[in-house]
C-alpha cells in the first residue's frame, strides 16, 4: 500500500530569493553548533504537537492525514478516510497497523528514527550533523546512529519562526530505513503544546476480531 513508518521522510528545497534590488551584503552563517543547540531546545520546548501531513512514498503515490505528538513517547500518523492503515506510539512500541489485512508491524521506539521527536531526553549532539539549505530561514539536521544503521536515519527540516517553540517551526523530516526506502512527510497547519489525551494513542487491535 505504501511505505513503512521506519521510512518516512521529507524533501524540502530553500525558496528561491527573486529581488530587483542589489543584494545585501552577506551575513555570517550561524554555526553548526548553534544551530544544534537551537534544535535541541526547540525539542526540549514541545510537549505536544498537532499538524495535517501529506506523506508521499518513494512510488509517487500521496496520502494525507493528522499527526499528533505527545512526548515523551506518543505519536500517531491517523490517515485519510479509505486508508486501512495506522501508525502509532503509546510510549513503549511503535505499531504498524494493516486493518485490511488484519496484521500488525512492532518496534521498540528506540528502534525508528522518529525517536528523535518522541524522546525529550535524547542529546541529539551525539547523534545529528547540521545540513547546508542554502537558505538562513532554514535549519536542517540530520539524525544517524553510526552504532545502529538498521535504525535508520531521518533529517529533520525546521523553518525560523519566533512565534514557535525555540524559534523553529518543524516542517517535517527525510529519513531513510535501513533498506534505503525514501517517503515523504510535509506537515503545515501546526500547533503546539495542547491539550492532548493518552486515549488519542490506543487503538483496536485487527487481530482480536473474529473471522470475516
Not at 524533501?11 to 530587483?20: N, Y
Not at 536542517?140 to 527540516?157: A, F, K
Not at 523530516?173 to 506537515?187: C, E, F, G, Y
Amino acid at each position: 500500500m505504501f511505505a513503512r513508518p521506519l521510512a518516512l521522510s521529507l524533501a524540502l528545497s530553500a525558496p528561491a530569493l527573486i529581488s530587483a534590488a542589489p543584494a545585501p551584503a552577506p551575513i555570517s552563517a550561524p554555526e553548526p553548533a548553534d544551530q544544534l543547540a537551537q534544535v535541541q531546545q526547540h525539542l526540549e520546548a514541545v510537549s505536544s504537537m498537532t499538524a495535517s501531513f501529506a506523506q508521499t512514498d518513494r512510488n509517487g503515490r500521496t496520502l494525507t492525514g493528522t499527526m499528533t505528538l505527545k512526548r515523551p513517547g506518543k505519536i500517531r500518523f491517523q490517515y485519510q478516510k479509505g486508508v486501512p492503515q495506522l501508525i502509532v506510539a503509546d510510549g513503549r512500541s511503535l505499531y504498524f497497523i494493516d486493518y485490511q489485512v488484519r496484521q500488525v508491524e512492532r518496534w521498540p521506539i528506540g528502534n525508528s528514527p522518529l525517536a528523535v521527536l518522541l524522546n525529550p531526553k535524547k542529546d541529539i549532539a551525539k547523534f545529528a550533523k547540521v545540513i547546508p539549505t542554502g537558505s538562513d530561514q532554514l535549519v536542517s539536521v540530520e539524525v544517524h546512529d553510526t552504532d545502529h544503521p538498521e535504525y535508520g536515519r531521518i533529517t529533520l527540516i525546521f523553518q525560523k519562526n519566533a512565534t514557535a517553540p525555540g524559534g523553529l517551526m518543524l516542517q517535517g523530516w527525510v529519513a531513510l530505513d535501513s533498506q534505503n526506502n525514501r517517503t515523504t512527510i510535509r506537515l503545515s497547519d501546526q500547533a503546539f503544546n495542547t491539550n492532548v489525551s493518552d486515549g488519542t494513542f490506543r487503538w483496536n487491535d485487527p487481530r482480536r476480531q473474529g473471522p470475516r
